[in-house]
Protein backbone atom coordinates (compact mmCIF):
# COMPACT_ATOMS: atom_id res chain seq x y z
CA UNK A 1 0.00 0.00 0.00
CA UNK A 2 1.30 3.33 -1.12
CA UNK A 3 0.54 6.39 1.76
CA UNK A 4 0.49 10.19 0.97
CA UNK A 5 0.35 12.42 3.48
CA UNK A 6 -0.62 16.06 3.34
CA UNK A 7 -1.92 19.30 5.18
CA UNK A 8 1.32 20.44 7.06
CA UNK A 9 2.34 24.22 6.84
CA UNK A 10 2.97 27.22 9.22
CA UNK A 11 0.91 27.96 11.58
CA UNK A 12 0.65 29.99 14.89
CA UNK A 13 0.71 28.54 18.39
CA UNK A 14 -2.68 27.76 19.39
CA UNK A 15 -3.72 27.13 15.98
CA UNK A 16 -5.36 24.26 14.15
CA UNK A 17 -4.22 22.34 11.26
CA UNK A 18 -5.90 18.90 9.76
CA UNK A 19 -3.30 16.36 8.32
CA UNK A 20 -4.45 13.53 5.81
CA UNK A 21 -3.25 10.29 4.89
CA UNK A 22 -4.43 8.70 1.38
CA UNK A 23 -3.67 5.02 1.15
CA UNK A 24 -3.94 3.35 -2.40
CA UNK A 25 -3.10 0.17 -3.68
CA UNK A 26 -4.62 -1.95 -0.76
CA UNK A 27 -7.40 -2.79 0.95
CA UNK A 28 -7.33 0.02 3.20
CA UNK A 29 -10.61 -0.87 5.87
CA UNK A 30 -7.89 -4.04 6.95
CA UNK A 31 -5.09 -1.89 8.05
CA UNK A 32 -4.67 -0.28 11.31
CA UNK A 33 -3.57 2.77 10.76
CA UNK A 34 -1.31 5.57 12.65
CA UNK A 35 0.52 9.04 12.97
CA UNK A 36 3.88 9.45 14.01
CA UNK A 37 6.20 12.57 14.15
CA UNK A 38 9.94 13.42 14.33
CA UNK A 39 11.45 16.44 15.40
CA UNK A 40 14.75 17.73 14.25
CA UNK A 41 17.29 16.10 16.70
CA UNK A 42 15.04 13.61 18.01
CA UNK A 43 13.65 10.02 17.48
CA UNK A 44 10.49 9.15 15.88
CA UNK A 45 7.77 9.26 18.12
CA UNK A 46 3.63 7.92 17.81
CA UNK A 47 1.06 10.41 17.90
CA UNK A 48 -1.96 8.62 17.40
CA UNK A 49 -3.46 5.61 15.78
CA UNK A 50 -6.57 4.03 15.01
CA UNK A 51 -8.19 0.11 14.55
CA UNK A 52 -9.97 -0.97 11.23
CA UNK A 53 -13.02 0.41 12.13
CA UNK A 54 -12.16 3.88 13.35
CA UNK A 55 -13.91 2.25 16.94
CA UNK A 56 -10.16 1.96 18.96
CA UNK A 57 -7.73 4.92 19.25
CA UNK A 58 -4.93 5.51 21.12
CA UNK A 59 -2.96 8.83 21.83
CA UNK A 60 0.26 9.58 23.64
CA UNK A 61 -0.11 12.13 26.61
CA UNK A 62 1.36 14.71 25.15
CA UNK A 63 -1.24 15.33 22.15
CA UNK A 64 -4.81 13.86 24.32
CA UNK A 65 -7.20 16.24 24.52
CA UNK A 66 -5.85 18.21 21.57
CA UNK A 67 -5.27 16.17 18.77
CA UNK A 68 -8.08 13.39 17.32
CA UNK A 69 -7.31 10.77 14.86
CA UNK A 70 -9.99 9.80 12.28
CA UNK A 71 -10.47 7.51 9.28
CA UNK A 72 -12.83 7.12 6.02
CA UNK A 73 -12.93 3.71 4.56
CA UNK A 74 -15.27 4.82 2.13
CA UNK A 75 -12.18 7.66 0.80
CA UNK A 76 -9.56 5.76 1.83
CA UNK A 77 -8.06 8.10 4.05
CA UNK A 78 -7.19 8.71 7.67
CA UNK A 79 -6.69 11.96 9.16
CA UNK A 80 -5.02 13.78 12.03
CA UNK A 81 -7.34 16.97 13.40
CA UNK A 82 -4.80 19.07 15.44
CA UNK A 83 -5.89 21.59 17.65
CA UNK A 84 -4.42 23.61 20.69
CA UNK A 85 -0.84 23.57 19.00
CA UNK A 86 2.39 24.26 20.30
CA UNK A 87 5.54 25.46 19.34
CA UNK A 88 7.09 21.54 20.47
CA UNK A 89 4.50 20.22 18.24
CA UNK A 90 6.49 21.05 15.17
CA UNK A 91 7.67 17.70 13.27
CA UNK A 92 7.32 16.19 10.28
CA UNK A 93 4.30 14.03 10.76
CA UNK A 94 4.10 11.18 8.86
CA UNK A 95 1.32 8.24 8.49
CA UNK A 96 1.90 4.66 8.44
CA UNK A 97 -0.21 1.37 7.99
CA UNK A 98 -0.19 -2.27 8.85
CA UNK A 99 -3.02 -4.92 7.98
CA UNK A 100 -4.79 -6.49 11.01
CA UNK A 101 -7.27 -9.21 10.67
CA UNK A 102 -8.80 -7.69 14.15
CA UNK A 103 -9.82 -4.14 15.48
CA UNK A 104 -6.90 -2.82 17.21
CA UNK A 105 -5.00 0.08 16.88
CA UNK A 106 -0.91 -0.36 16.97
CA UNK A 107 1.26 2.02 19.19
CA UNK A 108 5.08 1.15 18.60
CA UNK A 109 6.38 2.15 15.07
CA UNK A 110 7.79 -0.95 14.49
CA UNK A 111 4.94 -2.89 14.08
CA UNK A 112 3.87 -0.69 10.87
CA UNK A 113 4.45 -1.78 7.55
CA UNK A 114 3.99 0.67 5.17
CA UNK A 115 5.05 4.19 5.64
CA UNK A 116 4.09 7.34 4.12
CA UNK A 117 6.76 10.49 3.09
CA UNK A 118 5.39 12.77 6.17
CA UNK A 119 4.15 15.95 6.34
CA UNK A 120 6.26 19.13 7.78
CA UNK A 121 3.98 21.21 10.82
CA UNK A 122 5.81 24.47 11.74
CA UNK A 123 4.20 26.21 14.77
CA UNK A 124 5.87 29.51 15.47
CA UNK A 125 5.62 31.08 19.14
Known amino acids: VQLQASGGGLVQAGGSLRLSCAAS????????MGWFRQAPGKEREFVAG????????SYADFVKGRFTISRDNAKNTVYLQMNTLKPEDTAVYSC???????????????????WGQGTLVTVSS
Open 96 to 114: AATPRTSDVSEIFGAYYDY
Open 50 to 57: IGRTGTKR
Open 25 to 32: GGSFSSYA
